[in-house]
């Protein structure tokens, strides 16, 4: 008995390490999958339902976001299933540090949308538009906090960064972050939200890997969600739409720009408001870069090594060009 198992095949590693990573990819592509199929199947709905194109804001949200969240995250979730978790120490997060990290994310977002809207113009000839910047202006407030204020931070933290994290942290800590941050922008499916999408990843990817507690990078995201599709839109209706535009004459401009109750003072302190904190987030990244923690975990990959098993397997190069793939289409359909 001793001899056979003196002879039984050692496994090695970096394959089962491999099959692991491809396993996520694979359950990330049936998440994409059903998100797109019922979305479709959803909307054909809402067609039969609503034949003059009158519906609330709301009915267009949970035909689009309710399959994501009900069906095809928890579907992923269940594909991933053989991969397991790795359980860790749970570590609370600082006031001090928690704010440090979410002031940080406004030059991460300004940057990466710059990128983002730049490259979308060259790509598209600027015939594309940023279809959720449209939604949310279409939506009602309140609608539109929950379904990107609420329900968006808690699933997508659960699953981009619990679940994917917890699965490949054993592999390394920055090849894990780094996986959760690119498999999360591309999910966007949209050109536009990328960049800032995977600098954002990256942020709560290192939050949730010193922690192992989701629910700080999930109230980041709300946060983030809170700015930039409640807040922001709703400082910019308390101006005339013309003089965002330009469309105003210079006459016009000074009389509104003379008038109290334009709304311009509420602008101008907003625009003041995040002009600071984008210098001081700045001022955060630079001062603050030296103390990231990183630490070996018990089956870490060799450097060079990470990346190419976290990315060059089956699973996930199927799932990047399938969100490629998804991500063209709906840009060309704008």
């Given at each position: 008995?001793?001899?056979?198992?003196?002879?039984?095949?050692?496994?090695?590693?970096?394959?089962?390490?491999?099959?692991?990573?491809?396993?996520?990819?694979?359950?990330?592509?049936?998440?994409?999958?059903?998100?797109?199929?019922?979305?479709?199947?959803?909307?054909?709905?809402?067609?039969?339902?609503?034949?003059?194109?009158?519906?609330?804001?709301?009915?267009?949200?949970?035909?689009?976001?309710?399959?994501?969240?009900?069906?095809?995250?928890?579907?992923?979730?269940?594909?991933?299933?053989n991969v397991?978790?790795?359980?860790t120490?749970?570590?609370?997060?600082?006031?001090?540090?928690?704010?440090?990290l979410?002031?940080?994310?406004?030059?991460?977002?300004?940057?990466?949308?710059?990128i983002?809207?730049?490259?979308?113009?060259?790509?598209?000839?600027?015939q594309?538009?940023?279809?959720?910047?449209?939604?949310?202006?279409?939506?009602?407030?309140?609608s539109v906090?929950?379904?990107?204020?609420?329900?968006?931070?808690?699933?997508?933290?659960?699953?981009?960064?619990?679940?994917?994290?917890?699965?490949?942290?054993?592999?390394?800590?920055?090849?894990?972050?780094?996986?959760?941050?690119?498999?999360?922008a591309?999910?966007?499916?949209?050109?536009?939200?990328?960049?800032?999408?995977?600098?954002?990843?990256?942020?709560?990817g290192?939050?949730?890997?010193?922690?192992?507690?989701?629910?700080?990078?999930?109230?980041?995201h709300a946060?983030?969600?809170?700015?930039?599709?409640?807040?922001?839109?709703?400082?910019?209706?308390?101006?005339?739409?013309?003089l965002?535009?330009?469309?105003?004459?210079?006459?016009?401009?000074?009389?509104?720009?003379?008038?109290?109750?334009?709304?311009l003072l509420?602008?101008?302190?907003?625009?003041?408001?995040?002009?600071?904190?984008?210098?001081?987030?700045v001022?955060?990244?630079?001062t603050?870069?030296?103390?990231?923690?990183f630490y070996?975990?018990?089956?870490?990959?060799?450097?060079g090594?990470?990346?190419?098993?976290?990315?060059?397997?089956?699973?996930?190069?199927?799932?990047?060009?399938?969100?490629?793939v998804?991500?063209?289409?709906?840009?060309?359909?704008?």
């Amino acid at each position: 008995m001793a001899l056979m198992s003196e002879y039984q095949p050692q496994i090695n590693p970096w394959f089962v390490a491999h099959k692991r990573f491809s396993t996520v990819g694979v359950a990330l592509c049936v998440m994409l999958a059903f998100w797109v199929g019922l979305n479709i199947v959803c909307g054909g709905i809402v067609v039969s339902l609503f034949p003059s194109g009158d519906y609330p804001a709301w009915v267009s949200l949970l035909a689009s976001s309710g399959p994501l969240y009900a069906v095809a995250m928890p579907l992923a979730v269940l594909a991933m299933g053989n991969v397991p978790a790795l359980e860790t120490k749970r570590f609370n997060l600082g006031a001090k540090r928690f704010f440090t990290l979410l002031v940080i994310c406004l030059p991460v977002i300004y940057l990466g949308n710059i990128i983002g809207t730049v490259l979308s113009d060259l790509i598209f000839g600027g015939q594309s538009t940023n279809r959720v910047a449209e939604v949310i202006l279409d939506s009602d407030p309140v609608s539109v906090f929950v379904f990107y204020v609420v329900l968006a931070p808690i699933c997508e933290e659960w699953l981009f960064r619990k679940q994917i994290i917890d699965r490949t942290r054993r592999y390394g800590e920055k090849t894990a972050i780094l996986l959760s941050a690119l498999t999360f922008a591309l999910f966007h499916l949209n050109l536009y939200q990328f960049f800032y999408a995977f600098g954002l990843g990256l942020v709560f990817g290192y939050v949730y890997m010193r922690t192992s507690r989701v629910r700080y990078s999930m109230i980041m995201h709300a946060v983030v969600n809170f700015n930039g599709s409640i807040l922001g839109p709703w400082v910019l209706s308390q101006v005339d739409s013309r003089l965002l535009t330009g469309e105003l004459s210079e006459a016009d401009m000074m009389r509104v720009a003379a008038d109290p109750s334009s709304g311009l003072l509420i602008v101008g302190l907003y625009g003041l408001a995040l002009f600071a904190l984008l210098i001081v987030g700045v001022a955060l990244m630079v001062t603050n870069r030296r103390k990231l923690e990183f630490y070996t975990t018990p089956e870490q990959l060799p450097d060079g090594l990470g990346a190419r098993t976290a990315f060059g397997n089956p699973g996930m190069v199927v799932y990047i060009l399938f969100a490629l793939v998804l991500t063209v289409w709906q840009m060309a359909l704008v």
